[in-house]
């Protein structure tokens, strides 16, 4: 889905249509909350072991928290496309 998203929103953003806006913050919702999903569930399997520096796990699930909240996290952007809406 998060794939789907992505090459919509490119395909809109060339078409230079309207509804560029709506789309961007739909997918950058859809995919901040894949990724949170995604980093902390591998934590979680992983264990304790899964924050340590020496396994690339904590590495990756503090960039995801970062990139979650880069340009607005999740919230900000279902709001957003919520009041595209008219919402």
């Known amino acids: 889905m998060c794939k789907s998203l992505v090459l919509k929103a490119l395909q809109t953003l ?16 859809k995919l901040s909350e894949t990724a949170h999903k995604a980093s902390t569930e591998a934590v979680q399997m992983h264990g304790g072991i899964g924050m340590t520096d020496e396994f690339d796990i904590g590495f990756f699930l503090k960039r995801c928290r970062i990139l979650e909240t880069l340009y607005g996290d999740r919230y900000f952007h279902l709001d957003r496309f919520a009041r595209q809406r008219g919402y």
């Open 14 to 29: 060339d078409e230079s249509s309207g509804a560029c806006v709506e789309l961007a913050s739909m997918t950058k919702a």
